[in-house]
T-cell receptor, first 109, second 116 residues
Framework: SQQGEEDPQALSIQEGENATMNCSYK?????LQWYRQNSGRGLVHLILIRSNEREKHSGRLRVTLDTSKKSSSLLITASRAADTASYFCAGGVYDKVIFGPGTSLSVIP | GAVVSQHPSRVICKSGTSVKIECRSL??????MFWYRQFPKKSLMLMAT?????????EQGVEKDKFLINHASLTLSTLTVTSAHPEDSSFYIC????????????FGPGTRLTVT
């Protein structure tokens, strides 16, 4: 079963613009994580935000978490062509991580 | 960060044969390993959770006799797809979690299985 639902499913932006991806989830979580996957490759862990946190930053990444709305957002600022990838949110429930369907991001040079 | 490897990275097999995929934690002891399956342009679906020395816990809808999981040591888990069929073709990804680190999972690079 999938935990998160990403919005939008696909996003195309120009290099230098900001990209915002949203994620909604259904059940209670311990944490929410964002991952990146290049086509046909493995996953790269980007950032983890715990259920008692509201916002977290890591480089050009900014993640927010609203547990009352069961939603999270990932903002990538000043996007680069190399940011082109699929991005997944994943809800951490005890020792499991359940993935959402993902957002396919294309950054056009 | 911690490194997880998978072998093979790609495998093509004939329908009816069995295929074994290995997942290794290279620089830490993985008390728990997870196996995921990913269809093209889709998300990862958790198949099962395996703890070292005990039987794997399968998610609903995953056939445990079809997908045999063995976690014989703290650095190795294997997934065997038995009597493979073309619909088993997929990208299989494992992840590993170390001792005492509840939230951190480290993912392997994945194995592309094609059943002809």
């Amino acid at each position: 079963s999938q935990q998160g639902e990403e919005d939008p499913q696909a996003l195309s932006i120009q290099e230098g613009e900001n990209a915002t991806m949203n994620c909604s989830y259904k059940t209670s979580i311990n944490n929410l994580q964002w991952y990146r996957q290049n086509s046909g490759r493995g996953l790269v862990h980007l950032i983890l935000i715990r259920s008692n946190e509201r916002e977290k930053h890591s480089g050009r990444l900014r993640v927010t978490l609203d547990t009352s709305k069961k939603s999270s957002s990932l903002l990538i600022t000043a996007s680069r062509a190399a940011d082109t990838a699929s991005y997944f949110c994943a809800g951490g429930v005890y020792d499991k991580v359940i993935f959402g369907p993902g957002t396919s991001l294309s950054v056009i040079p | 960060g911690a490194v997880v490897s998978q072998h093979p990275s790609r495998v093509i097999c004939k329908s009816g044969t069995s295929v074994k995929i290995e997942c290794r934690s290279l620089d830490f002891q993985a008390t728990t390993m997870f196996w995921y399956r990913q269809f093209p342009k889709k998300s990862l679906m958790l198949m099962a959770t395996s703890n070292e020395g005990s039987k794997a816990t399968y998610e609903q809808g995953v056939e445990k006799d079809k997908f045999l999981i063995n976690h014989a040591s703290l650095t190795l888990s294997t997934l065997t797809v038995t009597s493979a069929h073309p619909e088993d073709s997929s990208f299989y990804i494992c992840s590993a979690r170390g001792q005492g680190v509840v939230y951190e999972q480290y993912f392997g690079p994945g194995t592309r299985l094609t059943v002809t």
